[in-house]
T-cell receptor, first 116, second 111 residues
Framework: DTGVSQNPRHKITKRGQNVTFRCDPISEHNRLYWYRQTLGQGPEFLTY????????KSRLLSDRFSAERPKGSFSTLEIQRTEQGDSAMYLC??????????????FGPGTRLTVL | GEDVEQSLFLSVREGDSSVINCTYTDSSSTYLYWYKQEPGAGLQLLTYIFSNMDMKQDQRLTVLLNKKDKHLSLRIADTQTGDSAIYFCAGQGANAGKSTFGDGTTLTVKP
């Protein structure tokens, strides 16, 4: 298994454009998480899925952000009408949750977004 | 919500022990985690501790948990230059939902 992959690794866009990122989790992982990380800070939770169901969304996830996991495998994160404040590293993680509170998340390398 | 705080920088000499500290506010976090992030790489889980434990040792890593003070520490014995990285502590929400991360401690190991 090659781990969690994310595409693209880097994205430069102009303010107002829409962007879409993709995350491919480790196969058979039922949970998939999205985080955002800005320079000098830790990852901030955005949303997570269990299979295809989106179970929680952060208040950080404005209506310009939407995430999907249509078949319970890969996920996409779309940002509409990008703003300079959206510039960050977007991290995806996956896990195989068996119940309970422990959950080892495996992180991808991230997609770095720069909004000009 | 959960707040997780860490000191920002730590510098040690190769071969010394490193101690990275973390405080958290949400006592309902039943698992607490330590991650390592190297430049240009994703986060790598190093170790974790269940909240009813005081200590966990895993090779060169020792995690201490003071639940009363909501204080977590990571000790790295015999620190090597390859340990230079950013270290994050994180609390796991109920039913292993979202994780809340601190802002990271940058560890620099000098030869």
């Amino acid at each position: 298994d090659t781990g969690v992959s994310q595409n693209p690794r880097h994205k430069i866009t102009k303010r107002g454009q829409n962007v879409t990122f993709r995350c491919d989790p480790i196969s058979e992982h039922n949970r998939l998480y999205w985080y955002r990380q800005t320079l000098g800070q830790g990852p901030e939770f955005l949303t997570y899925f269990q299979n295809e169901a989106q179970l929680e969304k952060s208040r950080l996830l404005s209506d310009r952000f939407s995430a999907e996991r249509p078949k319970g495998s890969f996920s996409t994160l779309e940002i509409q009408r990008t703003e300079q404040g959206d510039s960050a590293m977007y991290l995806c993680a996956s896990s195989f949750w068996r119940g309970g509170d422990h959950n080892e998340q495996f992180f991808g390398p991230g997609t770095r977004l720069t909004v000009l | 919500g959960e707040d997780v705080e860490q000191s920002l920088f730590l510098s040690v000499r190769e071969g010394d022990s490193s101690v990275i500290n973390c405080t958290y506010t949400d006592s309902s976090s039943t698992y607490l985690y330590w991650y390592k992030q190297e430049p240009g790489a994703g986060l790598q889980l190093l170790t974790y501790i269940f909240s009813n434990m005081d200590m966990k040792q895993d090779q060169r890593l020792t995690v201490l948990l003071n639940k009363k003070d909501k204080h977590l520490s990571l000790r790295i014995a015999d620190t090597q230059t390859g340990d230079s990285a950013i270290y994050f502590c994180a609390g796991q929400g109920a039913n292993a939902g979202k994780s809340t991360f601190g802002d990271g401690t940058t560890l620099t190991v000098k030869p």
